[in-house]
């Protein structure tokens, strides 16, 4: 990742190749060697948005599956759901979720990275052991597992709250209902989220601690530099590059969340739903689908999502440029 | 990039087989046996389903010898996304099965074959139940044919009963008074109230002559905002809210996340499923089965409750290249011997009239199939309760203290739109 950063600073004019000889024979190698990948891609990629984007101004059931040409209902879709007040709920919920989980998971997996570069041998292979296994552990699964911990019946949480002395977490946790409020539900879904998400952040952050030389901490603590100094101005720096990837990844993947809050909240709980849900309950619901409604909320959030991304990309080059 | 290459290209050919796919089936016609036939089971299937199956298609195969039956488990969270694949490919079944209140948005939606005439020409025909078969048709054409209903009723301990000398609750009244005693004596929960249950909210309102809706010169009316729906309601959310009998922490669940589990393990008194959780409950413990049994679900003045008849029908699929051939398979399934076998198998109440289970335990489940009655029968009702969950989520929102009156209201406004497509 700290490779691709520099090219866009690059200065514009030169080349890594002869400039003469690529005017006259344009070389085909490279663009030979992605097409495969573009064209991949944009089947299994690009198809189905164009297709997403078609569908979201018709309406488009089981019948129009079968092949019956699809009705344009012009901009129903999206008039329909911007006038629901539900719709702002899910976006709010959406966006809350994004701002809280992206900025723990930065954080916490930044400290991990940050502990991995100061452990020994065997204490680094331990803690990145347990941290890959957060890593690998499919979503599915680890929604399961979050469901059961912090079930009532046998579950592991409230279990351990209930043993707590009442002073310290207040008593009634025995039967404790984590799923029956969006604020509680979210606590817990944010908690299975992070703990999947941080591993990434702390791996990425290890490669790029790896790659800063030694003499600039040193120099640092020559000079009576504490830890919160040295990090905030030499490693955050240094690391931009990587931390930009990071957030924007990191927004990305905490905006779609879908499966953890499925297995969760179920479609039974609609005063928890996030956006990626209630398109999915519009879309599959039930036996009636309404995959022009789905695609409209769908196109929705990709539309917020690329504009905070777009947005986010520019103010970091900006700040990069000015420096 | 040699294996770059080969993704795309394997890609390409998969893409390339699926979009043909629903064309290259032979064309030869009904008369001869087809080479397979392929039929669609809801749920995950167990080994005693697939020896059950197994023997279904040797009788099968008596008649058309040369076919092969190719049976496919469908899981029933995965069922609505299944057939819209199945739609959209055309790579649907031959035989499938239907869950009953799936089978009016089938029918509308044009997925299954008219087998008015084929039904006709089958003498068991007049075995099966005709409120059951009356959600099968429409415009006066057969559609599909019921196999199996589900009917619920409240799971006790007849130990806890007699200790406490609590008489079977013949009213809702009764019912909290028996929720109570357990309540304060074994320290469980007295009932299961879960929200997302609406088969059981349903046994309440119409056991207290109220409706969710019903069809005022061919468009349905939502009668959800009426006195009678609104006490029944009322009165299910008390159980949590009010009478303290029931717990919060199945709100936002359904009878499976937790009253099925907590039951068997004796820390719940009551609650409401079907027979064929019978054989789920004796998986999660053995240890007090001999003591479970089932009551009726009362109605508020006393009597049984009409209960919401589940359950699962067969239909030929309407891309079906050997409707015959299917429709001889759904003779063979549902013949008075192999609805015997499946029924204690599965724990649910066959269609036939003439089939009983074997188990005594269930047999309080025939009496209940005898008060049967159907939600609202149209195409919308899938929305309204899949898609939509509107009851589930009402009644979640008045558990936990909005007003029973406003949220009815804005369900009866979802149920006069949602319930005419």
């Not at chain 2, 406490?164 to 013949?170: A, T, V």
């Not at chain 2, 047999?363 to 899938?382: H, Q, R």
Request: net charge positive; charged share 20%; aromatic share 10%.
């Amino acid at each position: 990742m700290l490779d691709t950063a520099p090219a866009v600073r690059r200065p514009p004019g030169r080349r890594p190749s002869g400039p003469g000889r690529s005017r006259r024979r344009p070389r085909m190698g490279p663009y030979l060697l992605i097409a495969p990948t573009v064209i991949v891609i944009a089947l299994l990629m690009f198809w189905p948005m164009i297709q997403i984007g078609i569908m979201s101004f018709q309406k488009v059931g089981n019948r129009q599956l079968r092949g019956e040409p699809a009705e344009q209902v012009g901009s129903e879709n999206f008039d329909t759901i911007l006038n629901d007040p539900f719709f702002w709920q899910t976006l709010r919920h959406t966006v809350l979720f994004a701002v809280v989980a992206v900025t723990l998971t930065l954080a916490i997996g930044t400290l991990i990275g940050l502990l991995l570069n100061k452990l020994g041998g065997k204490m680094a292979g331990f803690v990145s052991g347990g941290v890959m296994v957060a890593w690998a552990t499919p979503p599915v699964t680890a929604a399961i597992i979050f469901t059961w911990l912090f079930g009532t019946t046998g579950g592991l949480v409230n279990w351990s709250l209930d043993l707590l002395p009442d002073w310290l977490v207040g008593g009634g946790w025995d039967d404790y209902n984590w799923f029956a409020k969006p604020l509680s539900t979210y606590t817990v879904l944010t908690v299975c989220v992070v703990w999947q998400a941080c591993p990434f952040v702390a791996v990425s952050v290890l490669a790029g601690l790896k790659s800063v030389p030694g003499e600039l901490y040193e120099a640092a603590r020559v000079d009576g530099s504490g830890p919160w100094r040295t990090f905030w101005r030499i490693t955050f720096p240094i690391l931009k590059p990587i931390f930009l990837v990071l957030v924007v990844m990191s927004i990305i993947w905490d905006f779609k969340v879908f499966t953890q809050l499925f297995i969760m909240t179920g479609l039974a709980n609609r005063d928890s739903f996030n956006l990626s849900l209630y398109a999915y309950s519009e879309a599959f619901g039930s036996l009636n689908p309404k995959l022009g409604m789905g695609s409209a909320i769908a196109l929705v959030l990709t539309l917020i999502l690329l504009i905070v991304t777009a947005l986010y990309v520019r103010v970091m080059v900006r700040q990069g440029e000015t420096r | 990039m040699k294996y770059t290459k080969i993704a795309a290209v394997s890609a390409a050919i998969a893409l390339a087989a699926t979009a043909c796919g629903g064309d290259d089936k032979d064309d030869a016609g009904s008369t001869k046996d087809p080479a397979t036939l392929k039929v669609w089971m809801m749920g995950e299937g167990t080994p005693e389903q697939t020896k059950f199956l197994d023997g279904v298609e040797t009788e099968f195969k008596q008649k058309h010898s040369g076919t092969d039956v190719q049976i496919k488990y469908v899981p029933w969270p995965q069922v609505a996304t299944t057939f819209q694949k199945a739609a959209a490919g055309g790579e649907g079944p031959d035989v499938t099965e239907v869950g009953n209140s799936d089978v009016q948005s089938h029918i509308e939606q044009g997925s299954l074959a008219d087998i008015t005439d084929e039904f006709k020409g089958w003498a068991d025909g007049k075995t099966l139940n005709k409120t059951a078969l009356e959600n099968d048709g429409a415009n006066g054409k057969t559609y599909a044919v019921p196999w199996y209903g589900g009917v619920r009723g409240i799971w006790y301990r007849t130990d806890w009963f007699q200790e406490l000398n609590i008489q079977q609750p013949k009213s809702w009244a009764d019912l909290v008074a028996a929720a109570k005693k357990i309540q304060d004596a074994k320290k469980v929960p007295g009932i299961g109230a879960p929200t997302d249950q609406t088969n059981a909210l349903l046994s309440f309102i119409w056991g207290n002559g109220g409706e969710v809706a019903t069809k005022d010169g061919g468009k349905w009316a939502g009668k959800l905002d009426q006195p009678q729906a609104v006490e029944a309601v009322n009165f299910y959310a008390g159980l949590v809210t009010k009478e303290k009998v029931a717990p919060e922490k199945y709100i936002g669940k359904n009878e499976l996340e937790g009253p099925q589990r907590d039951f068997p393990l004796g820390k719940l008194g009551m609650y409401i499923d079907g027979s064929w959780a019978l054989k789920e409950m004796k998986k999660i413990s053995e240890k007090n089965a001999d003591k479970w049994a089932a009551f009726p679900i009362p109605s508020k003045a006393g009597g049984n409750a009409p209960v919401m008849a589940g359950g699962s029908d067969v239909a030929v699929w309407k891309d079906s290249k050997a409707k015959a051939a299917a429709f001889d398979y759904i003779t063979v399934l549902n013949n008075a011997k192999n609805a015997k076998s499946w029924a204690d198998i599965s724990g649910f109440s066959s269609m036939r009239s003439d089939v009983t289970f074997s188990d005594p335990k269930l047999a309080v489940f025939t009496e209940i199939a005898g008060n049967t009655k159907f939600p609202p029968l149209s195409a919308g009702w899938a929305e309204f309760e899949q898609a939509k969950k509107v009851l589930p989520n009402s009644l979640k929102a008045i558990m936990q203290g909005k007003a029973a009156d406003s949220e009815l209201k804005k369900a009866n406004e979802q149920a006069n739109t949602l319930l005419n497509p």
